[in-house]
Structures are given as C-alpha cells and as structure tokens.
C-alpha cells in the first residue's frame, strides 16, 4: 500500500501523533515517557517528517529517539491540549461532586453508582452536576473548599 501526504496533511499527522502520545503519558520534554505500546509506531512517524519536509518539527535525543520539537508542539498544538485539559479537569470535577453528593443523599457506601442509576438518580445526578457546572462557570474554584479529615 502506498500512502501520499502533503506537507500540511503530514505536518498534522505529527500534531495527531503528539497529542496522542501526551495523552497516554509521554511528554515531549521526556522521550523515556513514551508508552512502549506506541514507541515503534511513533518513531517511524516522526523518522518521515524529513522526507515530507518537516524535518523542522522533529528533533533527536541524545540516544537517537526522535520528539517533537517545540515548533510542533506550541501553537495550535498546545492551545488544543491545553482546551483538552481544561475539559477533562472541569468534567471529571463535576461528574465525581455529582456522584458524590448522590451517593451521600441516598446513603451508600459505593464508591461508584454508575451503573446502578435509576431513573430517578439520573435525573438527580443530572440536576447535581448542573448546579455544580453553573458554580464553576460563575467562580471558578474560587469558592472550592476542601475539609481536611472528613466532612465538617
């Protein structure tokens, strides 16, 4: 099978490599950071950006392993990761408050509840995570308060 790309198209295939990359653990700053399930893949990724002429998006460490440069991974890049980031943070806060304060209402020792939702926890869970989403697009953190040893 013969793949074409151009410039542009590969130059986005390294930016997809990368943000995949950070999200399974590796960091740029750190290539031993880079998940071995990926590492040849990757590899063989970043070793044709010369010969798509991207060779200025890529860089080697001193064992020879090839990265992202900075020229790659700032930008619209790290705008990218940085929105993801930022959505990830704010759900999981939200979605674990949510299910949280569910489980304190009801009065369960589970740890998670998913899966045993009525309908009626749906909809309360719903409700929770609305005010908590409504809070944090308001305040931020800002009136965030964590109680040290337990609930006061």
Not at 44 to 72: Q, R
């Amino acid at each position: 099978m013969k793949v074409s790309f151009t410039q542009k198209e590969f130059t986005r295939l390294l930016e997809l490599t990368h943000l995949g990359l950070w999200v399974t653990g590796a960091r740029p700053d750190d290539p031993a950071t880079m998940p071995e399930r990926y590492t040849d893949l990757a590899q063989k990724i970043f070793g044709l950006a010369e010969t798509f002429g991207c060779a200025d998006l890529v860089e080697s460490d001193v064992n020879g392993e090839l990265f992202p440069n900075e020229k790659l991974t700032e930008g619209p890049v790290r705008e990218k990761l940085d929105e993801f980031v930022e959505d990830a943070f704010w759900g999981e806060l939200v979605g674990r408050l949510g299910e949280r304060d569910l489980r304190a209402e009801r009065g369960t020792d589970a740890t998670k509840i998913g899966d045993e939702y009525s309908e009626e926890d749906k909809e309360k869970l719903e409700a929770l995570e609305d005010a908590y989403w409504r809070e944090f697009e308001a305040r931020g953190v800002d009136h965030l308060v964590v109680l040290r040893g337990g609930q006061g």
